[in-house]
């Protein structure tokens, strides 16, 4: 390890620790879906390669430093799979020095060398990416059922590069923690270890070479997009974590390498890891992330974010109001305090950086899974970046409700699970009349703010609120035609108020100046309509807002209709009736 | 995004054309800095060909009203999009200048 720094230096061969004579050459990448980190190490007896990566050029950059270290002392080169997902090889499928299985061998878990073989796009996750995989020949398929079946006895092998090396199989671990383990002696040089660790996918391994454990992708395997991906395993996935912490555990490794990212010290790793476990414990019964569900949360990324857009806008607009009046009443304190309870350049650098890979996105026709995850990425981002509990009591409750909602159920879809909705028995018409009367009048009324008068505090916060919190229809004549209630019917309360909040917002900010609420029975359902003249939204955008509605509208238990012309709008929801 | 000044009748009417996000509304801010230190104290913003603005905007707006609020300034906005007047109203910024249909009503007014 290079002196005063915890890292592997990358594109720089330096020693690898607890082995006596063999050097490694990293190439970190910054974590993306294209390619994989690189692991290039030079033993005495073998040149070893860990994952080629993604790219052409990522390969042909490692076949360059093989044939030099090749000039140097002509070994044999094993290039080991730490997986077969495209990002991890696909690079080296059209790079000449990599095409002669005289030269280099492959080497991959008895799984992996199967799909390999037969160029399986499902597995490789090449369909999901929009590729295509060549078939490839696996020399030294590992963890074989062959080999499993004589534990402890080392097999010799001579490879189709003239290499010669031992395997021996057996386990590691006790109790329900075991891993399937081989070794593999190259020459008198060090060791190198396999162990099985399925459930990113099949084929998965880590391998160990003195004090570093390469582990593949198993620290992003319960991240959202990536579990669910095809072969993955929650239950494998858990038993190999548990299998890996307790090889951390017991010693003998100082850094981990995983597929994508920085190296990591032992103890950041053994932390991390845990909370992979922790996370997976969560992700049972998820749905497998194939090209359709890709395509489908690619979809409600757009459209969430449309929405995501507006209300972080408003809400950061809102604070700003309040930061600016307060600084107007000569509270510069309070209005800095407004400010820092939303990080809004943040927020704003993060709604852009999605807007521009959106555009790219489609100017180049990717694959929708790249815009599913890039969405993932910011909605995480974006729910560390507002206080939620600080917020609530000052700006429109519902603007915050929303935006929280809003986040969590993308993540949720993107997790695997369907966006979640709670039906449950509800009068329609005590739901709306509630909703419209709590949109109408301010939350805190005349009488609370006289009760606040001789606590200063208390007067603050029901001044910040009043300036904050602007009741939606407070200018504009509303009129709901009375219906005589109950009308029950299961719906998700949640979402039901949410869908009707972003469509009275929808008229009311584009200008409309009445609106009317008409709730009927209509045999077995009960319609809600929402009528009110306004200026339409353009074309483009009143599609994309349309769509998110109607889903939010099933995710609240009915439907959603829309009829408009120039002169009014009307959205009908329809709701069945208990 | 593009912006065109001109002066019509006493009034600084900046045309701006495009998005008003974190990237171009600092350049916002300094074109309109530089008019308000030159002495041009009535602003009117076309935002005829803005589609989109994002909260950086919004405070380049609070801020330019902050700065022109003595006797004599003006500061206003005109021609805005369905999006852009959504946001505006529900961030409740309708209440802190004034927002007009078209540039002749604004200037008529002022």
Redesign the interface.
């Known amino acids: 390890m290079p002196a005063g720094n915890d890292q592997l230096i990358t594109i720089s061969w330096q020693q690898v620790p607890g082995t006596d004579g063999a050097s490694i050459y990293p190439i970190v990448r910054k974590i993306d879906t294209l390619s994989s980190n690189s692991y290039l190490i030079a033993t005495p007896d073998a040149i070893i390669l860990i994952d080629p990566g993604g790219l052409p050029e990522q390969a042909e950059q490692l076949a360059s430093v093989i044939g030099e270290i090749r000039q140097e002392q002509d070994r044999p080169v094993i290039v080991f799979l730490t997986h077969a997902h495209i990002d991890h090889f696909a690079g080296c499928q059209g790079v000449p020095a990599f095409a002669h299985p005289e030269t280099v061998i492959f080497a991959a878990h008895e799984t992996g060398a199967g799909i390999l073989g037969r160029g399986d796009c499902g597995f490789t996750q090449a369909d999901l990416l929009g590729q295509k995989v060549v078939p490839m020949k696996i020399g030294l398929p590992l963890l074989t059922a062959d080999r499993s079946g004589r534990p402890g006895v080392p097999v010799d092998l001579r490879l189709a590069n003239g290499a010669r090396v031992s395997v021996t199989d057996d386990r590691i671990g006790t109790g329900g923690v075991v891993l399937s383990r081989e070794r593999i002696v190259f020459g008198p040089g060090p060791a190198l270890e396999i162990l099985h660790t399925p459930g990113h996918s099949p084929d998965s391994i880590c391998l160990r070479l003195g004090g570093l454990l390469f582990i593949g992708d198993i620290l992003f395997a319960a991240n959202p997009g990536v579990a669910g991906m095809r072969g993955w395993d929650q239950a494998a996935l858990i038993r190999s974590l548990d299998g890996i912490l307790a090889l951390l555990s017991g010693g003998g490794v100082s850094y981990v390498c995983p597929g994508h990212g920085r190296v990591i010290p032992l103890d950041d790793a053994i932390r991390v890891l845990s909370a992979v476990r922790t996370d997976a414990l969560a992700l049972a019964n998820i749905a497998e992330l194939n090209r359709d569900r890709a395509v489908q949360t690619a979809a409600f990324a757009e459209d969430c974010m449309e929405q995501v857009n507006e209300l972080f806008t408003v809400m950061v607009g809102r604070l700003s109001y309040v930061s600016y009046v307060m600084e107007e009443l000569g509270e510069s304190d309070v209005a800095g305090r407004m400010e820092s309870l939303i990080n809004s350049d943040t927020i704003d650098e993060l709604l852009k950086a999605f807007s521009d890979f959106a555009e790219e996105h489609h100017r180049h026709n990717r694959v929708p899974v790249h815009l599913a995850l890039k969405a993932a990425q910011v909605v995480m981002k974006l729910e560390r970046a507002f206080r939620k509990d600080e917020l609530s009591p000052i700006i429109d409750p519902t603007l915050v409700q929303r935006a929280g909602r809003l986040l969590s159920d993308y993540t949720t879809m993107m997790r695997g699970f369907s966006p979640p909705g709670e039906l449950s028995g509800c009068d329609i018409i005590a739901l709306v009349e509630a909703l419209v009367t709590g949109l109408s009048v301010s939350s805190c009324s005349d009488e609370e703010v006289f009760n606040s008068a001789d606590d200063d505090a208390a007067f603050m916060q029901i001044l910040l609120a009043r300036i904050g919190t602007r009741p939606l229809l407070e200018d504009v004549a509303f009129s709901m035609e009375p219906m005589q209630g109950p009308l029950m019917a299961s719906i998700d309360r949640d979402h039901f108020t949410d869908v009707l909040t972003y469509i009275l917002e929808d008229l009311v900010g584009t200008g409309a100046d009445h609106i009317t609420i008409t709730v009927q029975r209509d045999g077995r359902n009960g319609v809600l309509t929402v009528s009110g003249k306004a200026g339409l939204l353009p074309t483009a955008e009143q599609r994309k807002t349309f769509r998110f509605l109607q889903g939010l509208c099933n995710r609240a238990g009915g439907s959603l209709e829309y009829k408009g012309d120039k002169e009014i709008q009307q959205f009908m929801i329809t709701i069945g009736l208990m | 995004m593009e912006i065109i000044p001109a002066i019509r009748d006493g009034t600084t009417v900046l045309s701006i054309s495009g998005r008003i996000?974190?990237?171009t509304?600092p350049v916002l801010e300094q074109v309109i800095n530089r008019e308000i230190e030159g002495g041009h104290r009535k602003v009117l913003l076309d935002f005829s060909a803005v589609s989109y603005?994002?909260?950086?905007g919004?405070?380049v707006l609070?801020a330019t009203?902050?700065k022109l609020k003595a006797p004599g300034d003006r500061f206003g906005l005109c021609c805005l999009?369905?999006?852009v007047?959504?946001?505006?109203?529900?961030?409740?910024?309708t209440s802190?200048f004034s927002i007009y249909p078209s540039e002749g009503e604004a200037r008529a007014g002022w």
């Open positions: 996000d974190t990237v509304a603005i994002s909260s950086g919004l405070r609070l009203a902050k999009s369905a999006e007047l959504k946001i505006l109203r529900l961030a409740g910024f802190i």
